[in-house]
């Protein structure tokens, strides 16, 4: 290729303060295969790409370097022009003479120098650069949603209200998740079951959505547009087909003893049970660890009752394999465990906070079941020790979160308005009685919210005192908080009937594993990564996987609506084509050389080398060979660099390229 | 007077006098809960480095119902009532109000600060208003340094005020006494009613 254009760029001024782009020019036109050579102040502009353009018409370029930004910002809108001018878009090439060099040195002529050399290594790159051809995959039009949360419930509802078939996978034996255990929520006090539990209704009787409760992720493989996941469902015990939703195994079950979940453990539940009245599906699951049956053998007490016939305590777990294009992941949060250190785990725990051991220190999520209608207490504030209603109470946020020294730097950013909840919460149920919040800073961005912490000061009369908690310990039936009050001061000491602690949220337990099966990535909290925080804040860096929610970072329930969402959004996007296009920057085989040591397999972080039988006209076996899918080669190049044999190369990046690229410097 | 400023609060119910949050209000006609501790009254002050508690402090302490602890310092009476902390407060809370009320309150529960000098001044003041109808300083200054105990301060300034005419030696009796008497009647009356503070 001997007709290619340099286009250089000044970038305003953030290239030609420090780079003598003229010269740069200059010395372009001297190199070889270069026709012509130009600089312009904004390449990116209209005026710019039309000066690209036209440039091709009249100069018949046939590869093109555009010397300015880093491929990362503008390689596609370059592209674009090159294809518009006629160009096989592949043939275009960035020289990143800004992040690379101008922004990083201060000398000009060595800066000019460098940005010189920069373009004639692009300009022998794009003499050996081929026509590439987009890869095109077809799509399967399903999506698999995994957690059935609001996040998950929202992405599900909103994909198959568009007619796509959705697969939700949820982990407990109902949906509903964090939100059906709330009571009411901010900032506009609604009952979270109003809101929540037709949702969950919606879901049950989607047409377009198959609801896998009790289910676990097992496997997941394929790639964008064409996932194929294998979900565990876990035995029930509880055949769903004949179950009535009756109830009456639960009434008779002799086992009433065992505490309670979803209540945080405050309230008991059978061993055949539902997590709660208003779960979806309504049908109940043997807890095999806690049945007598499965202990002993000696009950079986629910079988006899059952009249259809439901209960099957031989049910086995079983493994079912879903075939989608897109996955939306929604697992969500747990809150963090305030106790001793928690076993296994590089977290620290608060000791001196006596949670675990003073009954009357509880968490947010308790106080929640507390202060709900349908929970253990029927709305009821009252101390989980003797039942009495407590006068006093002191909540205490940020235990956990920011705290470096217990390992979670983050702001949870959902307990400053949820504590505000609280203290409302327990002044219109113990109107006599008192609040206090301990607090280090009120973090309160978000429509209505910043009014709905002030009123919970001003008008339901709590008493917020800035600084934090020191000890907190038992002291007859009083809980006695020690604190300081850093606008007076001076120490604080608060004899508390109740202390409810603000404890930071974290990914699910298994985030990291699941993570690991769909290939995504995540911070060292095992949040999941986004591929980039401002511009695809939904999507993560592995193509066709979504985020929804708080298995990304704390939020609250709008913002995890919008988020859910949004992913829904971008699965429609996928859907609204039937072939998918790719670009063709992968690795490709070349079968004559590949000795099938598979080494390449070995390094490949996309599972997209496949092992490739050559048979003869007869069928007789005569080699494996590597096989890189395109589908799934994300053109990373690390089995180019791996492969022993040098027969695996990156169309785009070949060795002969590089090794190009080197020599003219 | 006990120093009370840097023992620890220990809050209940009981130790929180929300009465005291209400009086203050009442009196004052601005909100106390308003405020959320940003300190631009203190930041503004003029007299802040004479006072012990400053002023964003005094909201706070209203704030917890600490009323001795309020009461038990001198700043409401440094206060200069000069309004730059309630001009400036992004809260609309009028903290020279409240100061006014501080004042009052103090007064009225026979606080520590009583035995201040400020507050000896202020008697003294209104006393000589409530005998003469006007104000006679030379009788004034003379009991005040008597009862104060301080016999000699400011005497220099004496001359100096008496031969530019702003200090007599004299007083000029009000004509009209009798109304005096009226408005202090009718105050006392309003008092007894409770529509006056």
């Known amino acids: ?665 | 007077m006990k120093n009370i400023k840097n023992t620890k609060m220990e809050l209940s119910q009981e130790t929180m006098n929300v009465g005291f949050i209400k009086k203050v209000e009442t009196l004052s006609g601005s909100s106390v809960r308003r405020c959320f501790q940003c300190g631009k009254c203190s930041a503004g002050c003029p007299m802040r480095s004479f006072m012990d508690h400053p002023p964003n402090r005094i909201v706070r302490l209203i704030q917890l119902g600490q009323w001795e602890r309020v009461l038990a310092g001198r700043s409401i009476w440094y206060c200069a009532s000069c309004e730059t902390c309630s001009t400036r407060c992004p809260n609309k809370v009028d903290l020279a109000a409240i100061m006014d009320a501080l004042r009052k309150l103090s007064w009225d529960a026979d606080g520590p600060s009583k035995e201040s000098y400020v507050q000896l001044a202020n008697r003294l003041f209104i006393n000589n208003i409530k005998q003469y109808g006007r104000q006679y300083e030379m009788r004034l200054a003379a009991v005040f340094n008597v009862k104060s105990g301080q016999f000699l301060k400011d005497l220099m300034l004496g001359p100096k005020l008496l031969s530019k005419g702003k200090l007599k030696m004299f007083h000029s009796k009000n004509k009209n006494l009798a109304e005096i008497e009226k408005i202090f009647n009718r105050i006392e009356e309003m008092r007894k009613n409770g529509d006056a503070p």
């Open chain 1, 1 to 665: 290729m001997s007709r290619i254009g340099v286009f250089i760029c000044h970038c305003g001024e953030n290239i030609s303060r420090t780079v003598d782009v003229e010269q740069v020019a200059q010395a372009a036109r001297q190199m070889v295969g270069v026709a012509y050579a130009c600089d312009y102040k904004y390449m990116c502009s209209d005026p710019g790409q039309t000066l690209l353009k036209k440039a091709v018409a009249e100069q018949r370029l046939e590869g093109i370097v555009v010397a300015a930004c880093s491929p990362r910002m503008h390689e596609k809108t370059f592209r674009n022009a090159a294809q518009g001018a006629g160009l096989n878009p592949f043939l275009c090439e960035m020289a990143n003479i800004r992040e690379h060099c101008s922004w990083v040195h201060d000398d000009r002529a060595e800066a000019t120098a460098k940005a010189t050399d920069i373009v004639r290594m692009l300009v022998e790159r794009v003499r050996k650069n081929k026509k590439l051809i987009p890869i095109t995959v077809p799509v399967t039009k399903r999506a698999l949603v995994i957690g059935g949360g609001i996040a998950g419930i929202q992405a599900a509802l909103d994909i198959a209200d568009c007619g796509h078939q959705v697969v939700l996978v949820e982990r407990e034996p109902s949906i509903g998740g964090h939100m059906a255990m709330l009571s009411e929520t901010f900032p506009t006090l609604d009952c979270s079951q109003c809101i929540m539990t037709p949702r969950m209704v919606d879901v049950v009787n989607h047409p377009n959505i198959i609801l896998h409760t009790y289910s676990e992720i097992e496997s997941v493989d394929g790639y964008i547009g064409n996932f194929s996941i294998t979900i565990k469902k876990k035995a029930r015990s509880v055949d769903m087909a004949k179950c009535t939703g009756c109830g009456v195994c639960m009434e008779k079950c002799p086992q009433k003893k065992i505490p309670n979940e979803f209540d945080k453990n405050l309230g008991f539940r059978p061993a055949i049970y539902v997590p709660f009245p208003q779960a979806v599906p309504n049908t109940p699951v043997i807890d095999r660890e806690h049945c007598t049956k499965f202990i002993n053998g000696k009950c079986g007490v629910c079988q006899k009752v059952c009249g259809p016939g439901a209960v099957d305590y031989e049910q086995q777990d079983q493994l079912v394999v879903e075939q989608v294009g897109a996955i939306v992941v929604a697992t969500g949060f747990k809150l963090y465990d305030i106790g001793e250190k928690p076993k296994g785990s590089a977290i620290k725990g608060y000791g001196e906070f006596g949670h675990g051991k003073i009954p009357d220190v509880i968490d947010g999520l308790t106080f929640e079941r507390l202060a709900s209608a349908s929970g253990p207490t029927g709305g009821k504030i009252v101390r989980p020790s003797d039942g009495k209603e407590p006068k006093q109470v002191v909540f205490v946020q940020c235990v956990g979160s920011r705290a470096r020294e217990k390992g979670i730097s983050y702001c949870s950013k959902v307990c400053c308005m949820y504590t505000a909840k609280h203290t409302m919460l327990y002044k219109h149920k113990v109107h006599d009685g008192q609040a206090y919040v301990f607090f280090m800073d009120a973090r309160t961005p978000g429509k209505s919210y910043d009014e709905f912490w002030r009123r919970a000061i001003e008008e339901e009369e709590a008493v917020y005192i800035r600084g934090m908690v020191s000890r907190v310990y038992q002291k007859g039936e009083k809980v006695v908080v020690m604190g300081s009050d850093i606008a007076v001061g001076v120490q604080v000491e608060i004899e508390a009937d109740l202390v409810v602690l603000a404890t930071a949220i974290q990914p699910r337990d298994g985030a990291d594993t699941l993570a690991q099966k769909l290939g995504i990535s995540y911070d060292k909290y095992h949040f999941y990564s986004e591929a980039h925080a401002k511009l695809r804040p939904v999507e993560c860096a592995t193509a066709g996987i979504y985020l929804a929610g708080a298995c990304q970072g704390p939020k609250d329930i709008p913002e995890t609506v919008a988020q859910a969402s949004a992913a829904a959004a971008k699965v429609m996007t996928l859907f609204s084509k039937d072939k998918l296009e790719r670009e063709p920057i992968v690795a490709r085989v070349n079968e004559k050389y590949c000795v099938g040591c598979f080494a390449c397999k070995k390094v490949c972080a996309y599972g997209a080398v496949e092992e490739k039988e050559i048979r003869d006209r007869q069928g007789n076996l005569i080699r494996v060979v590597a096989y890189v899918n395109p589908g799934v080669c994300s053109g990373c190049g690390t089995c180019q660099a791996t492969c022993p044999s040098k027969s695996v190369e990156l169309d785009g990046y070949t060795d002969e390229q590089v090794m190009a690229m080197l020599e003219t410097l």
